[in-house]
């Protein structure tokens, strides 16, 4: 998913809402007088699509986002159509629709669509490369995760015998617990090891296909790493999530994007203090986070960002360390689009320098 759309003011002739399905999707079609026009079931593939979209005439189409929205949204703007996708998670901002079904879905599409597009959030998919791409760290993020899991197994098995394998870094893992395995568990425990090195080679080709892509498609992803924590993966991940930094009018917007502000729910007086929204993408967040506890950990250096962090820990309270965290992780997702857009060199200390500056100023 990408960024919010232009929405034109005039009414369409024709608004089709399109409720997709796994094998079959449903759509609802109505005029511009607000009558309905038909409704139908197409079969969620590229013919079924190209045969009941092809022959009609320029329509506005709603679909919502998900797993077919993308290939779907590419093919009906190749035919021609206005194509809108509508964000369910911030139309109804969560909550559980009373009653529904394909049908209803599609007519609810299609209403809204015609009446106000503006109400469905709409948003733009990625470009087709940035998608691929975007796959390729998604492939090794699954990799790296089984890898983890079955060395999470190796180890607790041993452990469970009363020994344990030497503490060291995934990478090594392999090489290092073959030889230590207990006898009578070796012949259970041996072939998840030689899978956990066959994982460890393919992690190792898809870092260096990674890199590959930072070197000859996209260059920013290395000026980003220049803060701390900030690695070739989150640098790249970061990138391809937001695929054009100029959709923001602001930065500080980027952390919204990211789910990284907390959740509003105020009426009145009453204003409380919610959790953070989750918004966008998980991995993209948890990258950021990851990059936040470095960062405020024993191993970060001193920077704008640490004491910003550390300011907000130590008022203490409850969940002030994960507090904190989060904090980081929003305004480090700000500091790297700004880096991206205005293609200025990185200053750990820029903060700190400026208020130093003001004071002699006085």
């Known amino acids: 998913m990408s960024h919010t759309t232009t929405i034109p003011l005039s009414l369409p002739n024709l608004t089709i809402g399109l409720d997709l ?7 609802y079609e109505v005029t511009a007088a607000g009558e309905c026009a038909g409704e139908a079931t197409v079969p969620t593939t590229l013919a079924g699509v190209t045969e009941y979209f092809g022959p009609r005439p320029r329509a506005r189409v709603i679909l919502e986002v998900g797993t ?7 093919t009906l703007e190749a035919l021609g159509h206005e194509t809108i996708v509508a964000n369910p998670s911030a139309m109804f ?3 559980p629709r009373r009653r529904r079904n394909d049908a209803l879905d599609a007519r609810f599409l299609a209403r809204q669509g015609r009446a106000d597009p503006a109400l469905l959030s709409p948003l733009r998919h990625r470009t087709v490369a940035a998608q691929h791409d975007l796959e390729a760290l998604r492939a090794r993020d699954q990799l790296v995760g089984v890898r983890t899991k079955l060395i999470n197994h190796v180890r607790g098995t041993v452990k469970s015998t009363g020994a344990r394998l030497p503490a060291c870094g995934a990478d090594v893992f392999a090489k290092r617990a073959a030889p230590l395995l207990p006898p009578d568990l070796a012949s ?7 899978v956990i090195a066959e994982l460890t080679r393919r992690i190792r080709e898809a870092e260096a296909g990674l890199a590959r892509l930072v070197r000859e498609r996209y260059p920013v992803a290395r000026r ?3 803060p701390a924590g900030v690695g070739p993966i989150t640098a790249l991940a970061f990138v391809l999530l937001i695929d054009d930094p100029h959709r923001f009018r602001r930065s500080r ?3 919204a994007y990211f789910g990284l502000v907390p959740r509003l729910d105020e009426s009145g007086s009453s204003s409380p203090q919610l959790r953070i929204s989750k918004a966008g993408d998980a991995f993209g967040r948890r990258l950021l986070v990851g990059a936040a506890q470095y960062i405020l950990g024993p191993f970060g250096p001193p920077c704008d960002l640490q004491r910003f962090g550390l300011a907000i820990a130590q008022r203490g309270g409850r969940n002030a360390k994960k507090r904190a965290v989060v904090a980081v992780a929003r305004k480090l997702a700000v500091l790297l689009h700004r880096l991206w857009v205005s293609e200025t060199p990185y200053d750990p200390d820029y903060q700190r320098t400026r208020r130093v500056a003001g004071h002699l100023a006085r």
């Open 253 to 255: 917007d980027v952390g």
């Open 93 to 95: 901002a969560g909550a």
């Open 21 to 27: 399905g796994d094998r079959t999707s449903r759509t």
């Open 224 to 226: 980003l790493q220049q």
């Open 188 to 194: 259970v425990l041996r072939p998840l090891v030689e």
């Open 68 to 74: 077919h929205s993308p290939w779907v949204a590419r």
